[in-house]
């Protein structure tokens, strides 16, 4: 069974700087997706970013951008400029291709320092 | 306009009722899900629907009863409810297709079983 897993339970930044969350996974797939959303206290979940395995090339979106290592197996999440908006739980998710279900992981809080 | 939508928000109940929470969702998906976030925020998928038929069942007690009367709709029905059922509860949705595979989620409905 495939397995997310997210290292860091909090995380917090300085306003206008950069951070990363991390994010590991386990598969026997080799085409599969993944992806970051996030849940701020409105509960609202919302796609931040997705990365198809297929493609090499990592996947951004404004200031979100992803380091994706398919051979290990990692895809961290990385958020350049911090705004205040931008606190919220963080999840990481993984879906094979062919499979409807979203596996997720255990989620990062991040807090934004203003 | 909302894309995804559940009723209610919030749903309060004594244990041993029965309760059910609405999803519809007006953007052309196909497929249809419920996912249950528990106290630790984790993020769990319960039931699938593709265009009316169950994909997805993941070892669910017999109590919950997902109910699809068309691909836009899909209801959660909840029998003899339990203190361990609280929790927020997701609907989602998502076209299926290879390129267009993010899901979609509403607002979540928080049920308190006391």
């Known amino acids: 069974a495939q397995t997310v897993t997210q290292s860091q339970p909090e995380m917090s930044v300085q306003e206008a700087e950069t951070v990363t969350l991390s994010c590991t996974y386990d598969?026997?797939?080799?085409?599969?997706?993944l992806f970051w959303y996030k849940q701020p206290p409105s509960r609202q979940m919302i796609l931040v970013i997705r990365q198809e395995a297929y493609k090499q090339q990592n996947a951004t979106e404004n200031r979100f951008s992803v380091n994706f290592q398919k051979a290990a197996k990692s895809f961290s999440l990385k958020i350049s400029d911090s705004q205040l908006g931008d606190a919220a739980m963080y999840f990481c998710a993984y879906r094979d291709f062919g499979n409807e279900k979203l596996t997720f992981g255990t989620g990062t809080r991040l807090t934004i320092i203003p | 306009d909302t894309a995804v939508s559940q009723t209610p928000k919030y749903l309060v109940t004594q244990m041993g009722n029965d309760k059910s929470i609405k999803c519809e969702q007006n953007l052309g998906h196909d497929t249809m899900y419920w996912y249950k976030q528990d106290s630790k925020k984790f993020l769990k998928i319960m039931f699938s629907y593709n265009n009316k038929e169950l994909i997805i069942n993941e070892t669910v007690p017999n109590r919950f009863s997902p109910k699809s009367p068309d691909k836009a709709h899909l209801n959660l029905h909840i029998n003899s409810l339990e203190l361990g059922d609280s929790a927020v509860y997701f609907c989602?949705?998502?076209?299926?297709?290879?390129?267009?595979?993010?899901?979609?989620f509403g607002q979540g409905t928080r049920l308190t079983v006391v």
């Open positions: 989602a949705s998502s076209h299926g297709y290879r390129d267009r595979t993010e899901a979609f």
């Open positions: 598969t026997s797939e080799s085409d599969y997706y």
